[in-house]
């Protein structure tokens, strides 16, 4: 069993900032892919950032140099800081991990999400 849960989301007012925290547990053998998708209300779910076991990264145009995204491998935990903060940025975010477990090969687990709203 492999749960992915993620905190930290809120209200916050625009050009403000906010950090989302993701850990995952359970009987995981190696994580490789960490990383955050959003969904805005109407729209489909769409990439944001993610960061490899070596600690590369990869941003969406839209939150190059304001959202930055990390990983603490011994927790298990991936993080997104949030900087300047737009209203477009309102949406649940979704945190998902590609890992292996001891009974099972690498695949995707995804959390329920995290509502993060930003308005005045």
């Known amino acids: 069993q492999v749960q992915v849960v993620e905190s930290g989301g809120g209200l916050v007012q625009p050009g403000g900032s906010l950090k989302l925290s993701c850990a995952a547990s359970?009987?995981?053998?190696?994580?490789?892919?960490m990383g955050w998708f959003r969904q805005a209300p109407g729209k489909e779910r769409e990439f944001v950032a993610t960061?490899?076991?070596?600690?590369?990264?990869n941003y969406a145009d839209s939150v190059k140099g304001r959202f930055t995204i990390s990983r603490d491998s011994a927790k298990s935990t991936v993080y997104l800081r949030m900087n300047s903060l737009k209203p477009d940025d309102t949406a649940v975010y979704y945190c998902?991990?590609?890992?292996?477990?001891?009974?099972?090969?690498?695949?995707?687990?995804w959390g329920k999400g995290t509502l993060v709203t930003v308005s005045s």
């Open positions: 998902n991990v590609d890992l292996s477990t001891i009974a099972a090969p690498s695949r995707d687990y």
């Open positions: 359970g009987d995981i053998s190696r994580i490789y892919v």
């Open positions: 960061i490899t076991s070596d600690g590369s990264t």
